[in-house]
């Protein structure tokens, strides 16, 4: 089955720190792969998307995404996040999910 | 318009109770989708509709019953449920099945007693 794993499960950082979550995808299949994010009491949001092409994608929010075929893998930064970063981060391959990031930021 | 919308936002139930959760959208998208999601957890898909038609059910019990009455429109019938089927249930649509990026509704909170 075409699945995502992400790695981390809770990340807490200070404001200004930069931001790196990981997914790694498996091997095989469609390479349709998006990160989406999940604010408090909010829906589910598109940050970025990669189908194919430039490998280093940029979204909404300052957030990029670098997809590795080498590594199976699609992970997320952002140089210097913001306390208003603080969300769930959801790696997901066509219609499935990874388990989830909760990014908790310290002002 | 970008939005999904759903209703109810919350919804009480008994076990032998028969209710429905609706879902709309109007950005012309061809799939909608149907995600369980409890808390802490990453979304569950249940059903994918592709053209109006059932494409996907992903081994979903049958008190759970979707429906596809337009492209705009998703339901999801719920009959005889059980406690642990208390979850948000989230309604998602997106041009192509699979292959473009998914709007998500607010979701429906579902508490089943």
């Known amino acids: 089955a075409q699945s995502v794993s992400q790695h981390n499960h809770h990340v807490i950082l200070s404001e200004a720190a930069s931001l790196e979550l990981g997914c790694n995808y498996s091997y095989g299949g469609t390479v349709n792969l998006f990160w989406y994010v999940q604010y408090p009491g909010q829906h589910l949001q598109l940050l970025l998307k990669?189908?194919?092409?430039?490998?280093l994608v940029k979204g909404i929010k300052g957030f990029e995404a670098e997809f590795i075929k080498s590594k199976f893998s699609f992970n997320l930064r952002k140089p210097s996040v913001q306390w208003s970063d603080t969300a769930e981060y959801f790696c997901a391959r066509v219609l499935s999910f990874g388990a989830g990031t909760t990014v908790t930021v310290r002002a | 318009d970008t939005e999904v919308t759903q209703t109810p936002k919350h919804l009480v139930m008994g076990m032998t109770n028969k209710k429905s959760l609706k879902c709309e959208q109007h950005m012309g998208h061809r799939a909608m989708y149907w995600y369980k999601q409890k808390a802490k957890k990453p979304p569950e898909l249940m059903f994918v509709?592709?053209?109006?038609?059932?494409?996907i059910n992903e081994s979903v019990p049958s008190r759970f019953s979707p429906e596809c009455p337009n492209s705009s429109l998703l339901n999801l019938h719920l009959h005889a449920l059980q406690p642990e089927d208390s979850a948000l249930y989230l309604c998602a649509s997106s041009q192509l099945a699979g292959r473009t990026e998914a709007f998500f509704g607010q979701g429906t909170r579902l508490t089943v007693v």
């Open positions: 990669y189908f194919s092409g430039d490998p």
């Open positions: 509709y592709s053209y109006e038609k059932l494409s």
